[in-house]
């Protein structure tokens, strides 16, 4: 089955510092990974997703992700965080199903800023 | 262009009540998911719509729980008899094809459940 680790719960990192949320996966094929942004009282909001082609990622807000496959890996930066960045982070795999598909989460990394 | 919309966004239930939680998808999405995200968890999925057709249940906890898409629009996710562990924000999202995991799925903010 599907599964995804995201190993930090919680990130602490002071306004202007760079970032690296980290996120593996477990997937038999070719995953579709994606990095869902959740703020509290919104819903999740979409960074950036991974299908195939270039392993790195540009994403919005200034986000990058690189798909690594021999790591199983897909982490998630920024190379200088802003206060407005704290937030709830989710990392995901895509996995179809016989009819559709549907979402494989993380458990989330909470990022608080400090300034 | 409205975006997803969940009502209500806060439920406080006593224990035995039934409850009605509605997901507005946006306008022509084929697809319709429901996820439950338990404090301190990523969204798990319960199950999906592809227009009125339920193609998938396999996520909802038990027979308590039940969703429809009546006519392909607007659904509604019902819990019976709800118990303290069914206390979660249920997380309603639409994608504009049935199929494709190239489809961004589009997240409501949620209806947060406190069962009591």
């Known amino acids: 089955a599907q599964s995804v680790t995201q190993p930090d719960i919680h990130i602490t990192v002071s306004e202007g510092a760079s970032l690296e949320l980290r996120c593996n996966y477990s997937y038999g094929a070719t995953p579709y990974l994606f990095w869902y942004v959740q703020s509290p009282g919104q819903g999740l909001q979409l960074l950036l997703k991974?299908?195939?082609?270039?392993?790195l990622v540009q994403g919005i807000k200034g986000f990058e992700a690189e798909f690594k496959r021999s790591q199983s890996s897909f982490n998630l930066r920024k190379p200088s965080v802003h206060w407005s960045d704290a937030a709830e982070y989710f990392c995901?795999?895509?996995?179809?199903?016989?009819?559709?598909?549907?979402?494989?989460f993380g458990a989330g990394t909470i990022l608080r800023v400090k300034s | 262009g409205a975006g997803v919309s969940q009502s209500p966004r806060y439920k406080v239930a006593k224990r035995g009540q039934d409850v009605a939680l509605r997901c507005d998808p946006i306008s022509g999405h084929v697809s319709l998911f429901w996820y439950q995200q338990a404090l301190g968890q990523g969204p798990e999925f319960l199950t999906y719509f592809q227009n009125e057709a339920q193609l998938d249940k396999s996520g909802l906890p038990s027979d308590r729980f039940f969703a429809e898409r009546p006519e392909g629009s607007v659904s509604t996710l019902k819990i019976q008899r709800t118990q303290q562990e069914d206390s979660a924000v249920y997380l309603c999202?639409?994608?504009?094809?049935?199929?494709?995991?190239?489809?961004?799925?589009?997240f409501g903010p949620g209806t947060r459940l406190l069962v009591l």
């Open positions: 991974y299908f195939s082609g270039d392993t």
């Open positions: 999202a639409s994608s504009s094809t049935d199929w494709a995991l190239q489809e961004t799925q589009y």
């Open positions: 995901a795999v895509g996995s179809h199903m016989e009819y559709g598909n549907k979402l494989v």
